[in-house]
C-alpha cells in the first residue's frame, strides 16, 4: 500500500523536514459493503474539516482503513506511531545542535576583524510537516503517547495555529496549511500500555466506532490475503467467530489470526478440515484461548479435547451450509461432544 517516500528539506531555514508516504491501494485490499459505507462517513467529516478517529479493539482492521480513507484523500501522507515515551518534541520537532560560522578579515594588514555567528539547527518532526505542507496526518494508537504530548493538538484542530516557539525564524507559530487533514486510530483505554485521552481533544475528533467486520468482509479480506480456497476460508472464518462467543474475549480470534491460519495452510497444501492434526494444532495455536485455559488449571488434554469438539460442530454446520447464530457458552472438554448448534 505504501508506493514510495519522498522528502523535502529547507536548508535556508537551518531545518530538515520529515519525509511523507505516498499511498497506493494494494491489489488485496477488499472493499465491501460495510468498508465502503464506513470510508464514505469518513471522507464527508474529513471534508468539512474534521478530523476523524477511529476507535475499537485490536485486530478489527482501524489502521489499514485509515491508510484507504488517507490513500482516497490523494496527499502524502505523515505516519506517527503513539510512544508512551513521546513528548512534544517527538510530535513537532527539536533543536539538532549549532552550526559556527567564523569570518576573519585581515585585509589590512593592520587590522583584524573577526566576526562569528551562530545557527541553530532545527529538525521538524512528522506533525509539523504535515500541519506546514499539507498532508494527511495518520496518527496510529495515539492514545499510547502520554496525553500532555498531545497536547499541542487542541489548537492545530481548533485555531489551526501550531505553537512552537522554540523553531528558528518567524513568530512562534505555523498556520496550519489548508489541506491538512487529521486520521487517528486508537485501542480501547482498557488496554495495557494506553493513556485516557482528554475529553478536549475528544471533543474535537469526530469518532467512529468499530468491530469486528461482518462474516462477508471477514471471508473476503482472509481469502484475498491468503489466496487459500474460499469454502475452507470460510470454514476458518466460521471458527473464529463461534470462539469469539464462548471464549475467554470477545474480541478474540481477529482477523489477523484467521489471515494467518490462511496463509500457513495455503503454505503448507493442507487441508482445512477437523480430521487433518495439522489443522487441529495451528488453529489450537493461532484461535484457540487454549494456553489461557491452560494457565487456568485445565489440562492440556482437556484443552485439545474441548477445542476438537468445536472444529468438528463447527465443520457439520459449514459443511451443511449453515450459519452459526447461536453457540451458547461451552460446557466443559469432554461433554461438548453431542451438542447440537443451533444454526440459521
Known sequence: MITQSSGKSDTSAGRNAQPS???????????TTRVKELTDRALTYLSVGYPVHIAGPAGTGKTTLAFHIAERLGRPVSLIHGNDEFGSSDLIGRDAGYRK?????????SVL???????????????TTACE????????????TPPEANNMLLSILEERILNMPQRGGGDGYLRVHPSFR??????????????????????????IQVDHYDQETEISVTHAKSGLDINQV???????????????SPHRPTIRACIAT????AKRGANAHPDDQFFQAVTFDLLSDGSQMINSGVSHADALARHFAILQEVFTAHSRGETITDFQQAPPAGKLRGRSLRAA
Open 21 to 31: 508516504l505516498l499511498l497506493k491501494a494494494s491489489e488485496s485490499f477488499v472493499n
Open 101 to 109: 560560522s567564523t569570518l576573519v578579515d585581515n585585509y589590512v594588514h
Open 113 to 127: 576583524k573577526t566576526e562569528e555567528t551562530l545557527d541553530v539547527h532545527w529538525v521538524d518532526n512528522r506533525l
Open 133 to 144: 505542507q499539507g498532508q494527511t496526518l495518520i496518527y496510529d494508537e495515539f492514545n499510547r
Open 182 to 207: 487529521a486520521i487517528f486510530t486508537s485501542n480501547p483505554e482498557e488496554y495495557a500500555g494506553v493513556h485516557k485521552t482528554q475529553d478536549a481533544l475528544l471533543d474535537r475528533l469526530i469518532t
Open 234 to 248: 470460510g470454514y476458518i472464518v466460521q471458527i473464529a467467530r463461534v470462539l469469539r462467543t464462548i471464549g475467554s
Open 262 to 265: 490462511a496463509k500457513i495452510m
